[in-house]
């Protein structure tokens, strides 16, 4: 049986110092997870680019899983905060909501695109762990309720069916596009096509 990796934080950073001490880690980690990728990613590296000792990164963090949970845990709830706002819209026009969504999931994924793909790389282990399930799930409820709305699907099962068919086209459709380069005016284009076939295939009003 796998060994659980601990990737909970030893403690919270609250002081000032101990704040920008973290801060310095995360910024250390996320460049050399850009730059080199994750087998350039040891504990040692980052604290080495992030100025401070190695004891420091130890007291915050117990291994360097726990920092790239961390980071994946911050680049989430990050995106969760600039999407919110669109599908919590009031109003019934679900396609433009649809639409809003999807270009500024795209945007947001281009921009993290060479983070995305080290972080998916280096932490593929940390998705079968109990706090990772526990981060995704509150965009996962926020998705769900709005396909529900959106579709009007009464029957449980195709619900299940459609909502996990739409995250996996849009996520996927999205990884392709921001892959191959697409940036501004062709990655909205790209964007809107599969907004198209999503509101003609379910009729979303």
């Not at 793909?117 to 706090?131: C, M, V």
Request: glycine share 4%; aromatic share 8%.
């Amino acid at each position: 049986m796998r060994k659980k990796i601990d990737i909970s934080l030893k403690k919270e950073a609250k002081q000032q110092r101990a704040i920008a001490t973290v801060a310095a880690i995360v910024e250390a980690a996320t460049y050399i997870l850009r730059k080199e990728g994750p087998a350039g990613f040891t504990a040692n590296k980052v604290a080495e680019k992030a100025g401070v000792n190695i004891s420091s990164f130890y007291q915050y963090f117990p291994n360097k899983e726990a920092l790239l949970f961390h980071i994946t845990k911050l680049n989430w709830e990050r995106q969760l905060r600039q999407l919110t706002p669109i599908l919590i819209q009031t109003g019934p026009e679900h396609s433009r909501k649809l639409r809003d969504f999807i270009r500024e999931f795209f945007v947001i994924e281009a921009a993290e695109a060479d983070l995305r793909q080290a972080l998916r790389i280096a932490s593929i282990d940390l998705r079968e762990t109990d706090e990772f399930k526990a981060l995704i799930s509150k965009g996962a409820d926020l998705t769900r309720t709005f396909i529900e709305t959106a579709v009007g699907l009464p029957d449980k099962s195709d619900l299940d069916f459609t909502v996990n068919f739409i995250v996996l086209l849009v996520t996927s459709f999205a990884e392709r596009s921001t892959n191959e380069g697409f940036t501004g005016a062709e990655l909205i284009c790209q964007a809107d096509l599969l907004t198209d076939i999503l509101v003609g295939h379910f009729k979303i009003a």
